[in-house]
C-alpha cells in the first residue's frame, strides 16, 4: 500500500503550515481547518494527517473537537500534544484511526507500550529527527537517540512509524534521500514519511524505497504541488 496524505496542521485555530516547526516562521495561513480537510477529500485523499501544533507547543491538546470533526471525514492520523495514555485514549475510541506519538514514545515508553497492545496498527510513532538525532517537546529538545534506536524500542509491536526529517522539513528543497532510505532498512513496519516533498519525484523516491505513504505539506499550500497529480502514485 501507498498513500499520498495531504498535512491539515492547526494553530490558533487556523490551517498553517510552517518552516521546520518554528511558532513564528509561517509559509501558508488559512482559515477553517475543517473546509480545508473537507477540499482535500473532494480532491481524493483518502488518509488525513492532522496535527494540532498548538498542542504540540503547550504540551496538551488543544484542538480536540476540531480533529473530532474532521475524523468524521475521511481516515485521519493524529498528533501534537498527545502526551498521556487517557488522551491518546480518547481520540481512538472517538473515532481517530492512528494516534501519533513522539514525545511520550521516548518519556513515557511503557505507556506507548501498553496502548500498542491495546490498539494494534493505531499507534504511530513519531520519529523526528535533526542532525541526525531524535527530537522532542515541538522538536524544540534534542534527545541522544537515533531514529534507528527509537524504532528498535517499539519493533516488537504492531505499530506503524512516521519519520520526519526536521533538517529539510519546510524548506521545499527536496527530501533527504540517504535519510530515508537508512530508516527504510532498519524496519519491516510501515514508515510514513514526511518532510522536503517538493516535487512528483520526491514522492516516487519514498515509494520506491518502500514506504507506506508521504506526507505533503508546504509544497501543497504553496502551489508547488498539485495533489491530483500525486493521486496515481498511490497503491492499494
Known amino acids: 500500500m501507498f498513500r499520498v496524505i495531504p498535512a491539515v496542521?492547526?494553530?490558533?485555530?487556523?490551517?498553517?503550515?510552517?518552516?521546520?516547526?518554528?511558532?513564528?516562521?509561517?509559509?501558508?495561513?488559512?482559515?477553517?481547518?475543517?473546509?480545508?480537510?473537507?477540499?482535500w477529500v473532494e480532491k481524493g485523499a483518502r488518509v488525513l494527517h492532522v496535527v494540532d501544533l498548538s498542542g504540540s507547543f503547550k504540551g496538551r491538546l488543544a484542538h480536540e473537537d476540531v480533529i473530532l470533526e474532521i475524523s468524521e471525514l475521511a481516515e485521519v492520523?493524529?498528533?501534537?500534544?498527545?502526551?498521556?495514555?487517557?488522551t491518546a485514549r480518547r481520540l481512538l475510541d472517538l473515532g481517530v484511526e492512528r494516534v501519533i506519538v513522539g514525545t511520550m514514545a521516548i518519556e513515557r515508553s511503557d505507556d506507548v507500550r501498553r496502548l500498542a497492545e491495546e490498539y494494534p496498527k493505531r499507534i504511530m510513532v513519531a520519529v523526528d529527527s535533526r542532525?541526525?538525532?531524535?527530537?522532542?517537546?515541538?522538536?524544540k529538545e534534542n534527545t541522544c537517540l537515533s531514529p534507528v534506536e527509537v524504532m528498535?524500542?517499539?519493533?516488537?509491536?504492531d505499530v506503524s512509524f512516521l519519520f520526519t526529517n526536521v533538517d529539510v522539513e519546510g524548506?521545499?528543497?527536496?527530501?533527504?534521500?540517504?535519510?530515508?532510505?537508512?530508516?527504510?532498512?532498519?524496519?519491516?513496519?510501515?514508515?510514513i514519511v514526511s518532510g522536503g516533498i517538493t516535487s512528483k519525484e520526491d514522492v516516487e523516491k519514498v515509494?520506491?524505497?518502500?514506504?507506506?505513504?508521504?506526507?505533503?505539506?508546504?509544497?501543497?499550500y504553496t502551489g508547488k504541488l498539485r495533489f491530483e497529480e500525486l493521486l496515481s502514485l498511490e497503491e492499494d
Do not use: H
Open 77 to 86: 492520523q493524529v498528533g501534537g500534544g498527545i502526551r498521556d495514555a487517557e
Open 171 to 191: 524548506l521545499m528543497r527536496g527530501i533527504d534521500e540517504e535519510a530515508v532510505k537508512q530508516v527504510m532498512e532498519s524496519t519491516d513496519k510501515p514508515v
Open 9 to 39: 496542521d492547526i494553530k490558533d485555530g487556523k490551517c498553517v503550515q510552517l518552516r521546520q516547526g518554528k511558532e513564528d516562521d509561517v509559509i501558508f495561513e488559512g482559515d477553517d481547518p475543517v473546509s480545508v480537510a473537507r477540499s
Open 207 to 220: 515509494k520506491n524505497v518502500g514506504a507506506a505513504g508521504v506526507v505533503v505539506g508546504s509544497a501543497l
Open 131 to 139: 542532525g541526525g538525532n531524535v527530537v522532542v517537546r515541538g522538536w
Open 152 to 157: 528498535r524500542m517499539y519493533s516488537d509491536l
